[in-house]
């Protein structure tokens, strides 16, 4: 009984402590942990139905394969393009305000890896015109697809439901999901997040 107690205390303790935390810091740092990241994805799931028969990608598992579109009129199949190396996928739109701010991390990172370390792929759910516009004044040197938004697009069989952007998956080598990333990366965070868990 008394150990029933001290248990409910602390977690009683606890939960104020987030509490305080949100009231205080807003939810920016709960959201950059990886206990934060996965509570935010099973409440975006929970509440947004998935249409039945998709494929939809689920933690440590093989990702369902995709095939899209580039703006050079090619296709990009993932992950297979990139079998045998981490493959880092960003859903983003040009009319996002965080998915701007987030993309010259997103370039030097990609730069950083190189060809031999995780790649990096974009995902516009978004116009095609409008993304080309975008990228004449915020280039990139990592490929990017575009689709239309939808129940059926990317995002959603990446794991991401209720459509919010940006939204970033980490792919290993062999074709699981690794990690899922609801929100934009801060300055120096994908290092350490995309290092996490490989």
Same mark, same amino acid.
């Not at 150990?3 to 409910?8: E, K, M, R, S, T």
């Not at 249409?51 to 580039?70: E, I």
């Not at 296709?75 to 859903?91: E, M, Q, S």
């Not at 990366?185 to 996490?196: L, M």
């Given at each position: 009984?008394?150990?029933?107690?001290?248990?409910?205390? /602390?977690?009683a303790?606890?939960?104020?402590?987030?509490?305080?935390?949100?009231y205080a810091n807003g939810p920016?740092? #709960? #959201? +950059?942990?990886? #206990?934060g990241q996965r509570a935010v994805n099973r409440i975006y799931g929970a509440v947004t139905p998935v249409?039945?028969?998709?494929?939809?990608? $689920?933690?440590?598992?093989?990702?369902?394969?995709?095939?899209?579109?580039?703006l050079d009129g090619r296709?990009?199949?993932?992950? /297979?393009?990139? /079998? +045998?190396?981490? #493959?880092?996928?960003?859903?983003w739109a040009s009319w996002c305000g965080p998915c701007i701010q987030e993309m010259p991390e997103l370039e030097r990172f990609a730069r950083a890896q190189g060809t031999a370390g995780i790649q990096v792929v974009g995902i516009a759910l978004d116009d095609v015109a409008a993304v080309r516009d975008f990228l004449q004044r915020i280039p990139v040197s990592y490929p990017i697809a575009v689709e239309d938004a939808g129940p059926r697009d990317a995002g959603v069989r990446l794991g991401n439901p209720k459509g919010v952007l940006p939204y970033s998956v980490l792919i290993s080598a062999e074709g699981r999901?690794?990690?899922? $990333?609801?929100?934009?990366? +801060?300055?120096?965070?994908?290092?350490?997040?995309?290092?996490?868990? $490989?």
């Open positions: 009984m008394r150990a029933g107690v001290v248990v409910l205390a /602390a977690l303790a606890g939960a104020l402590g987030v509490l305080a935390s949100l920016g740092p #709960l #959201l +950059g942990t990886e #206990l249409p039945p028969g998709l494929a939809v990608a $689920r933690p440590g598992r093989t990702v369902p394969g995709l095939t899209l579109a580039t296709t990009l199949d993932l992950p /297979a393009d990139f /079998a +045998g190396k981490p #493959l880092l996928v960003n859903i999901l690794l990690r899922q $990333r609801i929100g934009p990366f +801060g300055s120096g965070e994908i290092d350490q997040w995309a290092s996490a868990d $490989r």
